[in-house]
């Protein structure tokens, strides 16, 4: 069993930095598994941002390539996702997400574990 705590929400103007943060508790029985950071706002779908394989691949959403990096800091059991230049449009409640099998990784349905969120508000 996985479990995932997300940390880091704030509110902030357009063009800070923040970094999220994902304590991850227990393992996963694949070796091979993706960690991954969504997001969703009112009314909106859950959407991938970033994921990291557990070989080191990572994958962007286009709107925030460039701008976000999400890494994984293995001693402390964490998941972190470093967003600068943050947008209006970036507000959003941000989700970690742990998978097992997953073939498309911006897909939710394919983790079998979720974090409560972490709120992010940007202001113009």
């Known amino acids: 069993q996985v479990q995932l705590a997300e940390s880091g929400g704030a509110s902030v103007q357009s063009g800070g930095s923040l970094r999220l943060s994902c304590v991850v508790s227990?393992?996963?029985?694949?070796?091979?598994?993706?960690m991954s950071w969504f997001r969703q706002a009112p009314g909106e779908e859950r959407e991938g941002v970033a994921a990291?394989?557990?070989?080191?691949?990572?994958t962007y959403a286009e709107s925030v390539k460039g701008r976000f990096t999400i890494s994984r800091d293995s001693a402390k059991n964490t998941l972190n996702l470093q967003m600068s230049g943050l947008k209006p449009e970036d507000t959003a409640m941000y989700y970690c997400a742990a998978g097992e099998y997953v073939a498309d990784r911006f897909l939710a349905s394919e983790y079998n574990y979720w974090g409560q969120g972490t709120q992010v508000t940007v202001s113009a």
């Open positions: 990291l394989d557990s070989d080191g691949r990572t």
């Open positions: 227990g393992y996963m029985r694949n070796r091979y598994n993706v």
